[in-house]
Structures are given as C-alpha cells and as structure tokens.
C-alpha cells in the first residue's frame, strides 16, 4: 500500500456522462498530481494541486477539472465523456521538494462504452 | 515542448541476463530525472537523478545520468522474472510546479 488511495478502482460508463475520481494523498503530502495513461499516449501530467490551490496545469482538456478539498483529498470531474476517454487516471502525492520523487496511487480504470 | 524518449520500447530477455534500458530528453531547465517500475498498475519509484556521473544502486539494479549527452540508463545484472515490468523514465524540470514529463516506457519481459 503506498498511502496514496484512489476511488474507484474501476469505473465504466456511457459516452456524454460525467464522472468523478477521488484521491487521498499520503499523510503529510501537500501535493496532488493527476495523471492520464493511454496505451498510445503513456503517462500524461493533467493537473497538480498543493495545499488547496491549483499549482500547475498540463494536457488537460476544458471537459475535466480538478479540485483539491480542506482536508487535502483531491477529485477529478470528467464530463461529457468520450470513447478516447478510456484510461487508466493515476493521483501521485509529494512533500514539496522531495529527493523521492512521486508516490502514485493504484490508478483508476475508467472505460468508456 | 519537454520530450522525454525510451529505448527500446520493447525487451525480451532470459532471466540472469543484464540488460540496459536508454532514456534521452530534451526539455528546459532541467531539475531532475527519475525512473519507475510498473508492474499491474501502480507505477514505483525506483531512482531520482540529479548530478551527471554519480551512479545510484539499488540491489541489482543501478542507474547513471550523463546531463552533457542529455541522457540516463538503468541496468538490471543477474535479471529474474519477478524484474518483467515497464520500466518509465520521466523528467521534473525547475518552472515552478510543473508535473513530470514522461517516456513511453520500456515493456521489459524475463522469461524463466
């Protein structure tokens, strides 16, 4: 278990529906990271928080967005879902500055039917 | 644009072979660069990077980064099947709070 824990572990649902994907950092960790891994794109950065404030965005579409809550757990909404949507969404967690890189969480698999 | 490049994409090897995984990058303001193993799902931190020539070890596998020719590799001597994994190298770069930039990754398969 790496402290990082993400909601659901499986989700598939419709074309045109809306979904949302919850993450619980590590203990101590400030930083939420979201991911997307496609089989032809591999991992791309979506969007990073730290302490409740959008820090950084990166290939994230106007469709999906992100917020990180008081007690720092973070979800991210996808809406008007597409087939291209399917992917694995992972959440990493930092302490700011860390010499030990990211610790992702198990991922959420979403397919889009 | 950051890019972030593996070799090969693919390996198949016997188990007690050493193989050697490549990662060259191309991106501003270098930070750091780090590699990951990813078995089913998760993927785990296995090394960060930060000064060219100074080889990290971990077990039987050890990793180098060369920043003059802008690229990394990551060995793995006496390979086990328990190894078989994708092997993602990505690269943290000094603008703030950027996420990292990732490779496609290296599919690594020991067969017994």
């Known amino acids: 278990d790496s402290g990082v824990t993400q909601t659901p572990k499986h989700l598939i649902t419709a074309t045109g529906q809306r979904v949302t994907l919850r993450c619980s950092p590590r203990?101590?960790?400030?930083?939420v990271y979201w991911y997307q891994q496609s089989l032809d794109q591999g991992l791309q950065f979506l969007i990073q928080y730290y302490n409740g404030e959008e820090r950084a965005k990166g290939n994230i579409l106007e469709r999906f967005s992100a917020q990180q809550f008081p007690d720092l757990h973070s979800e991210l909404n996808l809406s008007s879902l597409e087939l291209g949507d399917s992917a694995l969404y992972f959440c990493a967690s930092s302490v700011w500055g860390s010499n030990y890189g990211y610790t992702f969480g198990s991922g959420t698999r979403l397919t889009v039917v | 644009e950051d890019k972030v490049v593996q070799s090969p994409l693919s390996l198949v090897v016997h188990e007690g072979d050493t193989v050697t995984l490549n990662c060259s990058y191309e991106v501003t303001n270098f930070r750091s660069l780090l590699w990951y193993k990813q078995e089913k799902k998760a993927p785990t931190f296995l090394f960060m990077l930060?000064?060219?020539?100074i080889e990290k070890k971990s077990g039987r596998l050890s990793s180098i980064l060369d920043k003059k020719e802008l690229s990394s590799i990551l060995n793995i001597t006496a390979t086990q099947t328990g190894d078989s994994a994708i092997y993602l190298c990505a690269v943290e770069v000094w603008r703030g709070a950027d996420g990292l930039t990732f490779g496609k990754g290296t599919h690594l398969i020991i067969q017994p």
């Open positions: 203990s101590g960790d400030l930083s």
């Open positions: 930060t000064s060219s020539g």
